[in-house]
């Protein structure tokens, strides 16, 4: 059986609890992202839309500038990831991905 101080000090500390739990969900607050940010994350990999095609031409024209210089091997490849949507390619000098 329960005294009257057990259930005293449970339901204080179960308000201080209660009280720390609530100021903790006010640090979350939720922000509507800026339109230019929106419409980047929204274009991000639509079937039929080529997103990619900058990205994996400038890595390509580096990779192949740097084999030029004799930096690399002509065999080289290089992994880019796209920062917006996150996939990950697999570019070579000779174009194959």
């Not at 994996?56 to 084999?67: E, G, M, N, V, Y």
Request: aromatic letters at 2%; a neutral charge; charged letters at 15%.
């Amino acid at each position: 059986m329960m005294t009257r101080r057990e259930m005293l000090l449970g339901t204080i500390g179960g308000l201080a609890g209660a009280a720390l739990l609530s100021r903790m969900a006010q640090a979350f607050v939720i922000e509507e992202m800026p339109a230019h940010v929106s419409n980047a994350l929204a274009a991000a990999c639509r079937p039929g839309a080529d997103n990619h095609a900058a990205l994996l031409k400038s890595t390509r024209d580096d990779l192949l500038a740097r084999i030029a210089k004799g930096l690399l091997p002509a065999t080289a490849t290089e992994q880019v990831g796209c920062p917006v949507c996150g996939c990950n390619f697999i570019v070579s000098a000779d174009g194959t991905l």
